[in-house]
């Protein structure tokens, strides 16, 4: 897997990868998401980035329609990077607050967590679930 550099509209840097919506697909997006954010120097942000990645992807993969989907990073700011899944259903992700037995529904509330802020825009033929997430001034210095 490789992921692919485009221009953004906004002519900040952005990358974007369409996925094959199966279960292997999670684990392309957080090398895809890894390697970006080294690229961008923003390793830091790797692990919470990973995690919301995972858990986004496995949501398209387990509740959208379609053969694939689209991930995208957009550095929309020096310190701050929107996560983005897009995909062909226009059924809205819904936040659960599952029994602490339930081993699943925990997608929302992991990006939540770990976001600076996150939502859905509905498009046309689909959806988009992103969220942001920010790193302190100068961290990317570590």
Request: charged share 25%; aromatic share 4%.
């Amino acid at each position: 897997m490789t992921a692919t550099a485009r221009p953004s509209a906004v002519g900040v840097p952005a990358y974007s990868q369409v996925l094959l919506r199966e279960p292997g697909a999670a684990a392309h997006a957080r090398r895809m998401v890894r390697t970006v954010l080294a690229t961008w120097h923003l390793p830091h942000l790797a692990d919470e980035a990973v995690q919301v990645t995972s858990e986004l992807v496995t949501n398209v993969v387990d509740h959208a329609r379609g053969g694939s989907m689209r991930l995208s990073l957009t550095r929309v700011s020096e310190y701050r990077v929107r996560l983005a899944v897009t995909d062909k259903s226009r059924n809205e992700p819904v936040r659960k607050t599952p029994s602490p037995g339930e081993e699943r529904g925990r997608g929302l509330a992991v990006v939540d967590a770990y976001s600076a802020a996150w939502g859905v825009d509905l498009l046309p033929w689909g959806k988009r679930v992103w969220c942001e997430l920010e790193a302190g001034a100068g961290e990317d210095q570590r």
